[in-house]
């Protein structure tokens, strides 16, 4: 799962969301920060939360906004810490390329689309 850090980012940076059953959210109670799916909390307290999109959701939503990604798994030689590594390239344009990397396939991920919309491509 992706940081509140990562998720408020998401958010700040324009991600629309529409809650659907089973998605991930960051929900505040207090100084309490609990992980749950939309179908732990009624659809009318979801004000209070923030999205945490899974892989999949990140990977559709780079996709939708004509990307094409690759994600790769990399063990960086001191003391094996293992990275996650994704590429991005507009289709159909050379010049609209990223590549990112990070602890997770997911932050990797969230990062490029981040990346997305941030420059607006």
């Known amino acids: 799962m992706i940081s509140l850090e990562t998720a408020k980012k998401l958010r700040d940076a324009g991600l629309e969301w529409k809650p659907q059953e089973g998605d991930y959210i960051r929900y505040f109670d207090g100084n309490l920060i609990s992980i749950l799916t939309c179908g732990d ?6 004000k209070d939360c923030i999205f945490a999109p899974r892989l999949d959701q990140l990977l559709s ?3 939708k906004r004509g990307y094409w990604w690759e ?3 990399r063990i960086v030689d001191v ?3 293992h990275k996650y590594k994704i590429w991005v390239s507009k289709k159909h344009q050379n010049n609209a390329n990223r590549s ?4 997770s396939p997911e932050e990797a991920a ?3 689309l981040l ?3 941030k420059e607006g491509c």
Do not use: T
């Not at 909390?41 to 979801?46: I, R």
């Not at 990112?100 to 602890?103: A, F, G, Q």
């Open 41 to 46: 909390v009624a659809f009318e307290d979801l």
């Open 61 to 63: 939503e780079i996709e």
């Open 71 to 73: 994600i790769g798994h």
């Open 79 to 81: 003391g094996k810490i």
């Open 100 to 103: 990112l990397m990070s602890d």
């Open 110 to 112: 969230a990062q490029a």
């Open 115 to 117: 990346w997305i919309l």
